[in-house]
Nanobody, 120 residues
Framework: QVQLVESGGGLVQAGGSLRLSCAAS????????MGWYRQAPGKQRELVATITSGGSTNYADSVKGRFTISRDNAKNTVVLQMNSLKPEDTAVYYCNLENRYTISQRMHYWGKGTLVTVSS
């Protein structure tokens, strides 16, 4: 099992910044990806950004140029720096860890989520 603990959500005005952090513990495989997903009211959960244990990153088009994801493999932590926030970024943000055992064998773990509210 893997445990994920998020921190850093809150209320911010449009144009402001927030920093989300997530610490993972437990059965973390050497090949993995950590990242952030979000779910706004009435919408499906969507990918925000991911970063692999090798450092490859992937961003949703809607956050490119505004958000930056980084990780510390030694500490099993991932950080999402969110700048130039918009009201449409308002959502519950979930930390995710995907253990990649093989190409076809993968296991996802989720944090409980942290609320980000951007006021206009």
């Amino acid at each position: 099992q893997v445990q994920l603990v998020e921190s850093g959500g809150g209320l911010v005005q449009a144009g402001g910044s927030l920093r989300l952090s997530c610490a993972a513990s437990g059965s973390i495989f050497s090949l993995n990806a950590m990242g952030w997903y979000r779910q706004a009211p009435g919408k499906q959960r969507e990918l925000v950004a991911t970063i692999t244990s090798g450092g490859s990153t992937n961003y949703a088009d809607s956050v490119k140029g505004r958000f930056t994801i980084s990780r510390d493999n030694a500490k099993n932590t991932v950080v999402l720096q969110m700048n130039s926030l918009k009201p449409e970024d308002t959502a519950v943000y979930y930390c995710n860890l995907e253990n990649r055992y093989t190409i076809s064998q993968r296991m996802h773990y989720w944090g409980k989520g942290t609320l980000v509210t951007v006021s206009s």
